[in-house]
Nanobody
Framework: QVQLVESGGGLVQAGGSLRLSCAAS????????MGWYRQAPGKQRELVAR???????NYADSVKGRFTISRDNAKNTVYLQMNSLKPEDTAVYYC????????WGQGTQVTVSS
């Protein structure tokens, strides 16, 4: 049974920081491309950041220079460090694992107040 469990969301003031974690089980973690996506009310889900098996990263333009994705294959965990948060970063953040199949976590709410 595959599980992706996100944690670390919450309410923060603009300019603040949060660190999201996603613990994976039931998959061969090191083989998966891991990603963070977000969905704001009334908007489509969008890619925030992604990290390949080899550690190559890519980011949405809106978060470049503020967010950092990383992975710990020994802990089967992917992280998203979010700094200089803005109200427009408010969304539900989802963890994604992609290899032979695509798996999603349940999401964690991030709310940034102005």
């Amino acid at each position: 049974q595959v599980q992706l469990v996100e944690s670390g969301g919450g309410l923060v003031q603009a300019g603040g920081s949060l660190r999201l974690s996603c613990a994976a089980s039931g998959i061969i973690f090191r083989l998966n491309i891991m990603g963070w996506y977000r969905q704001a009310p009334g908007k489509q889900r969008e890619l925030v950041a992604r990290i390949t098996r080899g550690g190559t990263t890519n980011y949405a333009d809106s978060v470049k220079g503020r967010f950092t994705i990383s992975r710990d294959n020994a802990k089967n965990t992917v992280y998203l460090q979010m700094n200089s948060l803005k109200p427009e970063d408010t969304a539900v953040y989802y963890c994604n694992a992609a290899y032979e199949y695509n798996y999603w976590g349940q999401g964690t709410q991030v709310t940034v107040s102005s």
